[in-house]
Nanobody, 114 residues
Framework: QVQLVESGGGLVQPGGSLRLSCAASGISFSIYRMAWYRQAPGKQREVVAMITRDGITNYADSVKGRFTISRENAKNTMYLQMNSLKPEDTAVYYC????????WGQGTQVTVSS
């Protein structure tokens, strides 16, 4: 049974930082392309950052220079370090694993507000 479990969300003030984690089980984590998506209220789900099995990263323009995606294959875990958070970063953040098929986590809420 495949499970992707996100953690690390919460309420943070503008300019603050959070670190999200995605713990994977039931898949050969190291061969999957991993990604973080987010969905704000009333908006479509959008990709935030991706990391390939080889560690190549790609970011949405809106988060470049502020967010860092990484993976630790020995722990079957992916991370998203989010710095200089803005109110517009408020969303549910989802972990995604893709190879021949895709898997999704249940999401973790990130709220940026003073």
């Amino acid at each position: 049974q495949v499970q992707l479990v996100e953690s690390g969300g919460g309420l943070v003030q503008p300019g603050g930082s959070l670190r999200l984690s995605c713990a994977a089980s039931g898949i050969s984590f190291s061969i999957y392309r991993m990604a973080w998506y987010r969905q704000a209220p009333g908006k479509q789900r959008e990709v935030v950052a991706m990391i390939t099995r080889d560690g190549i990263t790609n970011y949405a323009d809106s988060v470049k220079g502020r967010f860092t995606i990484s993976r630790e294959n020995a722990k079957n875990t992916m991370y998203l370090q989010m710095n200089s958070l803005k109110p517009e970063d408020t969303a549910v953040y989802y972990c995604n694993a893709a190879r021949l098929i895709e898997y999704w986590g249940q999401g973790t809420q990130v709220t940026v507000s003073s």
